[in-house]
């Protein structure tokens, strides 16, 4: 089991940033791969970033390509987005989320943290 606790959501202008941060607890950080996931209300749960388990790897969805940067630290089994340029568009609960797979769909991700709401206005 892997519990994960998200933080640094708010609210923020379009065109600012902010970081989110997701702290794990229990088995082994670095065993899994860690993506972020954000979701309003009445729509599907969308992919944003992921990170393979050495860090290596990101995989971002075009959405968040040259404004997003996922990254990890093993050390403080903590893995971090960082939202620049936020649009409107962007408002969302964020989601962070282990697997043992590198994928960007939901359902291969086994432990998810409870989201952090992310509010930009224009």
């Known amino acids: 089991q892997v519990q994960l606790v998200e933080s640094g959501g708010g609210l923020v202008q379009a065109g600012g940033s902010l970081r989110l941060s997701c702290t794990a607890s229990?088995?082994?950080?670095?065993?899994?791969?860690m993506g972020w996931f954000r979701q309003t209300p009445g729509k599907e749960r969308e992919f944003v970033a992921s990170i393979s388990r050495s860090g290596g790897v990101r995989r971002y969805a075009d959405s968040a390509k040259g404004r997003f940067t996922i990254a990890r630290d093993n050390a403080k089994d903590t893995v971090s987005l960082q939202l620049n340029s936020l649009k409107p568009e962007d408002t969302a609960v964020y989601y962070c989320?282990?697997?043992?797979?590198?994928?960007?769909?939901?359902?291969?991700?086994?432990?998810w943290g409870q989201g952090t709401q992310v509010t930009v206005s224009s």
């Open positions: 989320a282990a697997a043992s797979t590198h994928s960007t769909g939901d359902r291969d991700y086994d432990y």
């Open positions: 229990g088995r082994t950080f670095s065993s899994y791969v």
